[in-house]
């Protein structure tokens, strides 16, 4: 599996920043970096990453991806900053702002684990606490106040008034159906993050967007037509309800179930991420209020065995090594 693939895999030689730079031309997308993580494969090629660095070959290998679209998904993630290239033998491995994704592994992993123990493409990694040794179930947090045990519901999330509407839409627009999540299969987190258009949904189901009329206002580059397809898709995954707006009115909206809502760790994970990486004057696009600190919240993962809170150092994600994919078709 070492051979050089057909389609030469992109290269370190292009002016790849360092650093992650900001999109200038995209100052404050809505979580640039929720949507750069929100796309299947490209969580799937970060969760590789994480056992150490990876080739072309041992991706191709283990995602079962074509050559064009782990082609443009490493260029893109090569161009984000996630990923570097380089050595003679052409391996990528995960930058510092790679690196820090840890914690929404950390949350994708949990989300799993309730949710869909056996699916093919959950994220199977054994978190250990260095600290106290134990493998630890997370407990979610605010790293501003200290309180633990928060949900979704301990918050507020809301859009960024500095940022406008437009950024929403996709920089790059991912041809990828989200109907690899199909079957009934438990629907792993990364099959739910499986595109933009199904992550932005997500992202405005949690900043309390019910109304198709809403949806679209949020994201009008997406066609009508996807925007239904997506949510029936998101309802049929038990993520999203579609239920009355009021009661006994006939006009219905979609609200996130008790599933949907356990992405929220993941989802407060991944806009700290964009804000810390992707964006200049430290904005997301989406800004959540921790209610009782009144804080802007900083996610943080507890230890359930010792109570110490969970850092880069003193956790062992513990990923273990690529396996073949289940045939994961594009
Ligand atoms: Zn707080
Ligand atoms: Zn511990």
Redo the contacts with the bound molecule.
Sequence with gaps: MDQVPSSAPPTSASPTPATPHAHPSHPTSLGHGLLVMGDLWNLLIVREALAGPVRFGDLKAALAISDPVLTRRLRDLLSDGVLEADGPRQEYRLTDAGEDLWPAFVAINAWDRRWAPNSPLRVRVRPR?L????R?DPVFGCGVCGAIGLSARDTEAARDPAVPAEAANPRRRYHRSASAAGGDAPIAAAAVLADRTSTSILASAFLGIHRFGDFQRLMPDTAPHTLTTRLSLLTHQGILTKTPLQEGSRRTGYRLTPKGHDFFPTFAFLIAWSEQRFSADGLAGVRITHRTCGESLRPRWT??????A?TAT?VDVGYTPRSPAPGIAE
Excluded at 131 to 134: L, Q
Excluded at 303 to 308: E, T
């Design positions: 606490h600290t106290c040794g134990h630890f230890c359930n065995a010792c109570n110490g969970l003193s």
